[in-house]
């Protein structure tokens, strides 16, 4: 933002990564005009040079969005990162704080973990697609007690992700988000059991679709609380899926194993 008032004719002001940005004027006077030239200056004019009046231009200027990405992630990464294919990020935690709506973060074959540098719980707040690529070599995991991932923006993709070691695997808190082609197993709870262990818990969300997911090692297979309908099966406080207040959830396709509730 710039309130400038000048006097002279012809004034130039240096503005830093001023293309970047969406900009509009408005004056005291109807004879002026502004226009970035090459160089990123903004080059204001007088029309009228007679004018002898000080003239008040005010340029307000917000970021222009940029279009959307894809972002590449390698834990096997090092030196140069700009999250491109040929320069990707080492830990996806990177990945999602670079990410802007409307992009896909592709991860590459790994493990991600807190010795790789990740934080947990990884927090996806953006309209973003997160996509391993296969979901028995990208392999997130956590340590016991930590939720691993969580989702609070609406329609967000996670595909062909390995989640393990942690004591919940995903919660989805917005709607119209998909689990699909993932791997959520042999999780821990604080005390080093799978006592309280959740593979994906929805909650709270509308037109979530859970899809063609292998859930492993679970005292039961699904549960729900709230206003869901589902006929699940309660094999104590560890479910494979969880379901909380939530509406319109479709669950097909999933295979669950080693369910001992």
Known sequence: FIDYTYREVYQRIKIQDWLDLDWSISSSASDVTAEINQDSYFDISLLNQTNPE?????????????????????????????????????????????????????????????????????????????????????????????????????????????LTGGSTGILIHRDNCSLSDCTIANLRNIDGTGGEAVGAIINSSTGTLVTRNYFYNFRGAVGQRGNMDYPGEAGGNSYGIQINNSNSILINWNLLTNISG
């Not at 005010?58 to 940029?66: L, S």
């Not at 959307?68 to 830990?91: C, T």
């Not at 690529?133 to 996670?158: F, H, P």
């Open 54 to 162: 000080p003239t008040k231009l005010v340029v307000k200027a917000t970021p222009r969005k940029r279009a959307s990405l894809e972002i590449y992630v390698d834990d096997g990464a090092f030196g140069f990162m700009n999250g491109s294919q040929s320069h990707p990020y080492k830990r996806i935690i990177q990945a999602l704080d670079a990410s802007e709506d409307g992009d896909r973060i592709l991860v590459a074959n790994g493990i991600y973990d807190a010795t790789n540098g990740e934080q947990f719980p990884l927090i996806v707040n953006k309209n973003v697609d997160l996509i391993g690529s296969a979901s028995d070599e990208v392999k997130i995991s956590g340590r016991a007690g930590e939720s691993m991932l969580e989702v609070y923006s609406n329609d967000v993709d996670i595909s062909n992700l390995t």
